[in-house]
Nanobody, 126 residues
Framework: VQLQASGGGLVQAGGSLRLSCTEA?????????MAWFRQAPGKERIFVAV????????NYADSVKGRFTISRDDAKNTIYLQMNSLKPEDTAVYYC???????????????????WGQGTQVTVSS
């Protein structure tokens, strides 16, 4: 599995960005649960959102509920993270991650995922 994240940038507080993560190796994308994590400078990588295989279920960190939306388009081997009402505290490098659908490790911990993208920087100015 090869994941490529894109869409980061610099935005003012209150603005929006949409991140994308595409699987490039041709694996059966629909067999994977997909997630976004983020890591601010000097801090641990933390969970942001997860979407199940076939998009039947989603879950979000409390800090982004109601502002961020995760979605997937299996025909394009891509997931998205729509981020609205951005705050300076959302500033971080955002990583996409994948795990096979029958992997029962925690969906909210980085250790639960087998594959990672390279990260995309999101900076929110006040």
């Amino acid at each position: 599995v090869q994941l490529q994240a894109s869409g980061g940038g610099l935005v003012q507080a209150g603005g929006s960005l949409r991140l994308s993560c595409t699987e490039a190796s041709g694996r059966t994308f629909g067999n994977y649960s997909m997630a976004w994590f983020r890591q601010a400078p000097g801090k641990e990588r933390i969970f942001v959102a997860v979407i199940s295989r076939k998009g039947g279920a989603t879950n979000y960190a409390d800090s982004v509920k109601g502002r961020f939306t995760i979605s997937r388009d299996d025909a394009k081997n891509t997931i998205y993270l729509q981020m609205n009402s951005l705050k300076p505290e959302d500033t971080a490098v955002y990583y996409c991650a994948a795990k096979y659908y029958n992997n029962d490790r925690s969906s909210a911990l980085p250790s639960g995922y087998s594959y990672w993208g390279q990260g995309t920087q999101v900076t929110v100015s006040s």
